[in-house]
Nanobody, 124 residues
């Protein structure tokens, strides 16, 4: 059971990146998938999540209208398209999976399977 996040890198303010999260060892269609980010010394912050069955999405206010989450159950891959990036978006980004059918939100404690993280740096 594994998630592998990739796609991070250095980008200038206003630029774009697309993160990918490849899952293995489980059927992604059975899990809510979330993206989170963390800056050293700060708590992990929920960025966006996508519902396992109906594909509905939730975004943190700080990324709404700039980031888009999507997934392909066929490819067992989730994506986070990030546009209009700002220096404050700099963080390690993690993808995670949750089977909690009672909740669909950005609370990290709901998510039980985590990837290793990919670093996004927004700087000129």
């Amino acid at each position: 059971v594994q998630l592998q996040a990739s796609g991070g890198g250095l980008v200038q303010p206003g630029g774009s990146l697309r993160l990918s999260c490849v899952t293995s060892g489980f059927r992604m269609a059975n899990y809510h998938i979330g993206w989170f980010r963390q800056v050293p010394g700060k708590e992990r912050e929920g960025v966006s999540c996508i519902h396992r069955s109906d594909g509905s999405t939730t975004y943190a206010d700080s990324v709404k209208d700039r980031f888009t989450i999507s997934k392909s159950n066929v490819k067992n891959t989730a994506y986070l398209e990030m546009n209009s990036l700002k220096p404050e978006d700099t963080a390690v980004y993690y993808c995670a999976a949750s089977t909690n059918v009672l909740y669909f939100d950005l609370n990290p404690s709901r998510y039980t399977i985590w990837g290793q993280g990919t670093l996004v740096t927004v700087s000129s």
